[in-house]
Structure formats: C-alpha cells, structure tokens
C-alpha cells in the first residue's frame, strides 16, 4: 500500500503562486510535482478563499481579541462561582447530617 505524500503549507503555495502567476501551466505543475489535478484545483480554491485573510484589518483581529478576552473572563467568573457553589453545597451537607451540632 502506498503511503499519502505530505506537503507543507509552503509547498502549496509556491506551487499555485507558480501558476496564478503564469510561470507555469497547472498541467506542467501537476506533471513536475506528481498531483493530480484534483489536488491542484484544491489547493488553488483555498488558497483564493483564505486570501482575503492576508488582508485583514488590525480593527477586525482587535475585535476577535476582545471577544476572545471577554469570554475568558466569563470562564473565569463561572469558574470561580462553581468553586463558590461547592463549597456551600459541602458546607450544607455536614450541617444537614447533624455532625455540625
């Protein structure tokens, strides 16, 4: 059985910069690389999808920040009141079983 090649990011987008820029022809890549075409038309589609990324605005990652910084002082919070919430429930317990008196 053979095994799946792997390919680096890197590769990747050398090998579609190659051709989206007209260096070489998808056919002569595919040949000179061993893919399929299949693979090629992969790759070239979610390099053109994720290529508006390159060109996001600080504002946008900021507010992805933001969102990010807000959530994890609410884990924080509901971390703290669940630690709170067993203690009192512990608390109970005993005195409810008679052993506090």
């Known amino acids: 059985m053979a095994k799946r090649r792997r390919f680096t990011p890197e590769f990747k987008a050398q090998v579609v910069l ?10 002569e890549l595919c040949r000179e690389h061993r893919l399929s075409r ?42 703290m009141e669940l630690a709170v919430s067993k203690k009192a429930s512990s608390i109970l317990t005993y005195l409810s079983n008679g052993s506090g008196r």
């Open 18 to 27: 190659e051709e989206l820029t007209g260096v070489k022809q998808q056919a």
């Open 38 to 79: 299949q693979v090629f038309s992969r790759w070239r589609a979610e390099f053109v999808e994720r290529a508006p990324d390159i060109f996001a605005t600080e504002r946008s990652r900021s507010g992805e920040q933001e969102r990010i910084a807000e959530l994890e002082q609410m884990i924080g919070r509901l971390t």
